[in-house]
């Protein structure tokens, strides 16, 4: 029994999936036959679903008549950056938004702009705040601090378009990297610290009462001022992450309008289960090059019953996006695409991001997006630099003392392994 577990906990580990996957060759045939007849089926009746009811729409895109016709509009395209610092009895945030501003056929220096519209420098230890208000005992500090971090990220990135939008008022279109309306109940558990009164104003680019500067009304402030601003304003999103915001709708929707009875919905929701599909995975059969789904609103504050209730009014009123998918090419897989409800009169949106997603061969995403994505990234270069001369000040200062246990604890938390030199047995 006792080799079995051992065997067990190695296979759990990876360890014979080399071994696994052998024998799973030996299988292919008849897995994949059986996954393509039953997918391929599914998928199918999915397809002749959303075109026989006008919900396939296509992005018509000719680059000799497109690009002329945005000579001298303003583009913008939004991305943040995450400083990855560790750093010994410190809890560094980093962030930085930046923004970038392109006016296709312009020749002049006007043309392309780069600017950080924000950045956000941080402990999450410190005893005087700059981000979070830090409470009046220190020991009921917020203990998930990558969640902190997160919350940050996320606030900072629409306000970072909120900041492009009023700043340059010809900037008729902005495409942020990633999901435009997260979900914001996990950042509305007790005890998760509100923003101070600077860090809250710099978000919103105006004061914010003190009630109001927790994460979940100030988040759902800034996605409304930005929705009702004259931009129309898209998030792109790159990675699938293995969601299925859509399919899951779309089976439902299939069985009310009597095209897939209810134990062939069942069925299918079982098969997207079992194999684990995602959206994009089956969008990729079903749409052509250049199509999209007609965009439908998903909530993504979904479920209620897992809203904090502190937090339940904001988060029954937060806005919700239109979704859809776009396949750029043949050969790229779909990827989604957020808008808000009720859009501005944009029409040529989808085209843009079709057309950005067409600018490099074989790319098949906003090439933009990448652009300023490397603009506002913190180079891991200097992630290490900071890291590595954090280090070394603590560790000289640990040797200008004559303490030799604070010394050994210096080196014990500098260094990266159990296994270094200093922890070998002494003679």
């Known amino acids: 029994m006792e080799i079995h577990d051992r065997l067990e906990s ?11 996957l052998r024998v799973a060759r030996s299988e292919g045939p008849r ?16 397809s002749g679903f959303l075109r026989n009811n006008g919900l396939v729409e296509k992005a018509q895109y000719d680059p000799t008549e497109f690009w002329p016709k945005q000579k001298g509009r303003a583009f913008g395209f939004v991305d943040g950056g995450v400083a990855s610092i560790d750093l010994p009895g410190a809890s560094p945030l980093g962030i930085r938004v930046g923004s970038y501003v392109v006016r296709p056929g312009d020749e002049t220096d006007r043309r392309e702009e780069f600017k ?3 950045s956000i420098v941080d402990d999450l230890y410190a005893e005087s705040p700059s981000t979070f208000a830090v409470p009046d005992d220190l020991e009921d500090r917020y203990g998930d601090r990558a969640k902190l971090r997160d919350a940050a990220r996320i606030i900072s990135e629409i306000a970072a378009a909120l900041s492009l939008s009023r700043r340059r008022s010809d900037v008729g279109t902005i495409l942020v990297h990633g999901p435009l309306i997260n979900p914001a109940a996990p950042y509305g558990p007790p005890g998760f610290p509100h923003f101070t009164a600077e860090t809250a104003a710099q978000l919103l680019g105006a004061d914010v009462p003190s009630e109001k500067r927790h994460f979940v009304p100030l988040y759902k402030e800034i996605l409304e001022r930005m929705k009702t601003s004259a931009v129309q304003v898209f998030g792109v999103v790159e990675r699938d992450g293995g969601g299925r915001p859509l399919l899951d709708r779309l089976l439902v929707q299939m069985n009310e309008a009597g095209d897939l009875p209810g134990p062939e919905k069942e069925a ?3 098969l997207l289960r079992k194999y684990d599909l995602s959206d994009a995975q089956i969008l990729d059969v079903v749409l052509d090059a250049g199509e999209y789904l007609k965009p439908a609103t998903v909530p993504r504050q979904e479920p209620s019953n897992k809203w904090p209730k502190e937090w339940e009014g904001s988060l029954k009123d937060y806005p919700n996006p239109l979704t859809t998918f776009l396949k750029p090419s043949e050969t790229v897989r779909p990827f989604r695409v957020e808008t808000f409800e009720e859009p501005k009169d ?4 989808m085209a843009l991001i079709l057309a950005t997603a067409r600018l490099l061969p074989g790319y098949g995403f906003p090439v933009a997006l990448d652009i300023v994505d490397k603009f506002a990234k913190v180079p891991s270069w200097l992630s290490r630099e900071i890291g590595a001369g954090h ?11 004559d303490d030799r246990k604070l010394q050994e604890y210096a080196i014990k938390m500098l260094s990266v392994s159990s296994r270094d030199w200093f922890f070998r047995p002494k003679a």
């Open 10 to 20: 190695k296979v759990t580990q990876g360890d014979f999936l080399a071994n696994m």
């Open 31 to 46: 897995l994949q036959q059986a996954f393509v007849e039953h997918v391929g089926t599914l998928a199918e009746r999915l």
């Open 116 to 118: 950080i519209e924000f």
């Open 268 to 270: 299918g929701l079982a």
């Open 346 to 349: 944009h029409p040529d949106g």
């Open 391 to 401: 280090k070394a000040v603590l560790l000289r200062k640990a040797f200008e003392t």
